[in-house]
Structures are given as structure tokens and as C-alpha cells.
């Protein structure tokens, strides 16, 4: 493994909790797809909600039916590096690769639980009144993080 790459948990997590967004790694019958998506994380669970119909929710049906992983990568801390010469240009940053099993959560307590995860992650607090019209049109899903590696390009 890289000087600059880590599989340690909490280097993991702490990228996690201060990346804006994931963009998730799907691939369909039409190729391979990303999409940036909000998200919540905990225990090595990514949560991510998506609703009933779209390539993204076809996409991640077709994985979970399969058993195929799925991935993804944030990004966190980027800075640009410039100088004179072009090999001087560069960034640093602090990023996440992961890749996991899908699965679409049906249980409510389960459901509501990733739900509060992701408003934690964005709000600050895990319990807020939900609008049950949305809530049925929303599916919740979650990826269990089989392989994750965080890279820390700081020079």
C-alpha cells in the first residue's frame, strides 16, 4: 500500500465527516454512471436515500439483486498547488475510495434510523418530523463498506 494510504477505520470516517457529498460508482446496462449524492455514514455503513424510479435506484436494485459491489469516493481538504513549472501544479486533498454490498433497508426502525443519520450529518441533530408523503416515495439504502481505503496527499 502507498506511504499516503491508510484502510484504518477511524482515517475513514473522519474524511467521511467532513465530505460535503459521495459520488457513487454505479454501473447499468448502459455503462458505468456516477452521481454526487448526500449521504450519512456510521459503523461502516454508508446510508443514501434515492426515490422509487431512476437509473440511480435501477442501478442499485440490479447490484443488490446481483450481489455486485458498488463504489464510491469523496474528497475532502483539496487545496491547489501552483509554481513555475508545471510539474509543480498539483492538489492536496484527503479522499476516501470504498466499495460495498447494497442493500435496501424495508424495516421502518431501520429506515428512520439511516434517515437521522443523514440529517445528523447535514444538521447537526438526528431527529426531525418527516412529511409521510415523502417518506413513501423515498427509498433508503445502504452500503455496507467491505473495502475502504483513505488517502492523504498532504504535500
Known amino acids: 500500500m502507498r506511504t499516503d494510504v ?16 459521495v459520488t ?27 426515490g422509487h424510479k431512476g437509473r440511480k435506484t435501477l442501478a442499485l436494485r440490479q447490484a443488490e439483486a446481483a450481489g455486485t459491489p458498488v463504489s464510491f469516493s469523496a474528497v475532502t481538504a483539496l487545496e491547489m498547488k501552483t509554481g513555475e513549472l508545471a510539474c509543480q501544479w498539483g492538489c492536496k486533498f484527503r479522499s476516501v475510495f470504498a466499495a460495498g454490498s ?21 444538521a447537526g441533530a ?11 416515495k423515498t427509498l433508503v439504502v445502504a ?12 504535500s
Do not use: Q, W
Not at 449524492?37 to 454508508?46: D, I, K, M, N, Q
Not at 447494497?102 to 447535514?122: D, H, P, S
Not at 438526528?126 to 413513501?136: G, N, Q, R, V
Open 24 to 50: 457513487l460508482a454505479l454501473c447499468d446496462a448502459d455503462g458505468p454512471y456516477s452521481v454526487p449524492v448526500s449521504f450519512g455514514h456510521a459503523e461502516g455503513v454508508l446510508y443514501l436515500h434515492t
Open 143 to 154: 452500503i455496507g463498506m467491505e473495502k475502504a481505503t483513505a488517502r492523504l496527499k498532504l
Open 6 to 21: 491508510t484502510d484504518d477505520p477511524k482515517a475513514v470516517a473522519e474524511i467521511l465527516d467532513n465530505a460535503p457529498f
Open 126 to 136: 438526528d431527529t426531525f418530523p418527516y412529511d409521510e408523503k415523502i417518506l413513501a
Open 102 to 122: 447494497v442493500r435496501f433497508l424495508e424495516n421502518t426502525a431501520e429506515r428512520m434510523a439511516a434517515l437521522g443519520c443523514i440529517m445528523k450529518k447535514y
